[in-house]
């Protein structure tokens, strides 16, 4: 259900475009490893990815289970919450292996935070934190993607965030996804880390590029 939304909603808010690498593989099993600029982007890579026949199970903060409606479908759908912080946090890196072993798809935002800055400009990936490369290990391939121009649709302070959804319609700003060529992390976690990085990079560059120039 979330992926329909996404789907639906997202064209209202934007004009949302997507590429792949040639090589780009959606493999039952994968890990999806994106960029994160914006609360946004949840929405914009759901709806991305199911243009190319793929609805994942997304890692999240665990807040999102709270509001009402919206954690029932969470529950629903297999997604899973984040404990950030707490003695649970280690708990949505075991329940995304097993959706992984069962043939699903899995969403991990490797940054595991928003930029924090408050102008609508997007900016290469921050560093990133061990997550993904330790999921990776199981032998999962990964597929990076980058996403650009969700900031334009929500960014900065609490009240210009909502102000930007509201408006969005109105303004609809372009919104690229590219989506690369899978790898396979191997080596150690370091090591791993940093080729996941240099392929989301390289990913929202792509992204970056098509976006300025127009391109689709």
Do not use: C
Not at 3 to 28: K, M, N, Q
Not at 75 to 89: K, M, N, Q, S, W
Not at 174 to 184: M, Q, R
Request: proline share 8%; glycine share 10%; net charge positive.
């Amino acid at each position: 259900m979330l992926s329909a939304v996404a789907r639906t909603v997202v064209p209202i808010l934007g004009r949302l475009t997507v590429t792949a690498d040639e090589d780009a593989v959606l493999a039952p099993g994968s890990i999806v490893a994106p960029n994160h600029s914006s609360l946004v982007d949840p929405g914009v890579v759901l709806a991305a990815v199911r243009r190319l026949g793929v609805e994942p199970v997304v890692l999240a903060t665990a807040g999102l289970w709270r509001v009402p409606l919206l954690g029932g479908a969470l529950v629903r759908e297999g997604h899973i919450p984040v404990h950030r912080g707490t003695e649970r946090a280690a708990e949505a890196l075991d329940a995304a292996a097993d959706a992984l072993a069962a043939g699903r798809i899995v969403v991990i935002y490797p940054e595991g935070r928003l930029p924090r800055r408050v102008d609508a400009a997007d900016s290469p990936p921050g560093p990133f934190r061990t997550g993904l490369a330790r999921l990776a290990a199981h032998g999962a391939p990964v597929v990076p993607l980058g996403q650009a121009g969700a900031r334009r649709i929500s960014s900065g302070s609490t009240a210009k965030q909502l102000a930007g959804v509201l408006t969005a319609p109105l303004r609809r700003p372009a919104v690229h996804v590219h989506v690369g060529a899978p790898l396979t992390l191997d080596g150690d976690t370091a090591t791993a880390t940093a080729r996941a990085h240099a392929a989301v990079t390289a990913a929202w560059r792509t992204a970056s590029t098509h976006l300025a120039t127009g391109r689709n």
